[in-house]
């Protein structure tokens, strides 16, 4: 049997995952706890899924994040981002070098996002970066 795929999901890809249980994306929420996949998470990219959970548009409070942060983290494997970190190819978004970051010293087998900034830089980094909906595609395949 073949290891899961290691795999960096955007921010935007797991909230939309987390906050909209009936939403296109939640797909992904029930492939990562089926360990269909790995998802890969830093220090950084948790930090940032932390804060964007307290938006206030998400009217989530303090327990509700935890739940959130309950269905996701513990399906996760951290990466350390050594110092100085990977050499990735600059992205026109500085919020967004992390999870480059994460995926080339995770040695994830893909980078998924719908963030433009992102997709833009494929075929910069050793795995693929691809869509929500390539990545559905070759996990149902």
Known sequence: MSQPARVV??????????????????????AWQEARFVPLVSKTTTAELIRVLAYPKFKLDAEARQELLADYLPWCATVRIPNPPPVTPACRDVYDQPFLQLAVAGQADYLVSGDLDLLSLAGQIPCPIVTADTFLKTLNS
């Open 9 to 30: 999901l955007d921010t935007n890809l797991v909230l939309s995952a987390l906050v909209f249980a009936q939403g296109r994306l939640a797909v992904l929420r029930h």
